[in-house]
């Protein structure tokens, strides 16, 4: 994924980083998914701190780099990860002429530039 979100321990600021793909359409899907994904965690009580060592643990060990740790049914934000992307990432794609294939490409070859999985 191309896009990060950060919740302070507090929940008093929130912020979602996204890395330029040329297209806003793009980047507002990496938004809608990190927004979506981070408030669903919080509403479950779900701690920010738990799912960056699940990523950075899942980073450590994994090499595919179309694979996302969200995705593994281990991590503790599976869930949250999956209706972001079925419920508001991939209809919203859809409504905005967003090829779904060309944008998965585009997050993977972003994470590979920067050295990333996810």
């Known amino acids: 994924m191309s896009g990060k979100s950060l919740t302070d321990a507090a929940c008093k600021s929130f912020q979602v980083r996204v890395t330029e793909m040329g297209n806003w359409r793009k980047e507002l899907l990496v938004v809608m998914h990190e927004l979506a994904e981070s408030f669903v965690c919080l509403h479950r009580g779900i701690p920010e701190p738990e799912i ?3 990523d950075i643990a899942w980073e450590a060990v994994n090499t595919n780099p179309e694979a996302e740790p969200g995705n593994d049914p ?3 934000y599976h869930a949250e990860h999956r209706f972001a992307e079925e419920v508001i ?5 859809e409504a905005l002429g967003v090829d779904w294939a060309d944008y998965e490409m585009n997050c993977v070859s972003l994470c590979e530039a920067m050295g990333r999985v996810t």
């Open 74 to 76: 281990a991590a503790p």
């Open 52 to 54: 960056m060592a699940f």
């Open 89 to 93: 990432e991939r209809p919203m794609a």
